[in-house]
């Protein structure tokens, strides 16, 4: 009995972001849907800043939502309708910002920090290698170690 109740349980945690898009939000025509469905996706929630308005429940998303619906209803291209939303909002809407002068940065430093990390390895490696550490046994260090070796 546990066990069901965990797992219908389960079931209903997994579908919450199904949810987001309530019913009364859905367009009559299947093709503009679909439009506002990618953009939707595309666009962050500005209340939970790590998902898309898509899958958000917060009110602001689902005010996105209606708006890119209602640009869409009222003939703006898709290109438009995120134009709109990110004149009002600023480049932190888009999940994935775009590659311009200002997030050149934001592209490019994750490969920088990786070119970085691997040169100052193959420098620590190269450094590194083959050099005996520590410094050389005494005259009296060795003597006591052929006699352990000796020994046994």
Do not use: H
């Amino acid at each position: 009995m546990m066990r069901r109740l965990l797992l219908a349980a389960g079931l209903l945690l997994a579908a919450f972001p199904a949810f987001a898009v309530n019913p009364d939000e859905v367009l009559d025509d299947p093709a503009l849907e679909a439009r506002a469905r990618a953009l939707s996706a595309e666009l962050r929630c500005m209340v939970c800043q790590n998902q898309s308005i898509d899958d958000s429940n917060a009110e602001l998303a689902r005010d996105l939502r209606l708006l890119v619906r209602d640009r869409l209803k009222s003939g703006d291209s898709d290109e438009a309708v995120i134009a709109y939303v990110v004149s009002r909002y600023g480049e932190f809407v888009l999940l994935n910002p775009r590659l311009r002068g200002e997030t050149l940065l934001l592209w490019g430093a994750p490969v920088v920090l990786f070119l970085a990390g691997a040169t100052a390895m193959v420098l620590f490696v190269r450094k590194r290698g083959g050099k005996p550490t520590g410094t050389p046994l005494t005259e009296a260090e060795r003597a006591e170690l052929d006699r352990a070796l000796k020994r046994d």
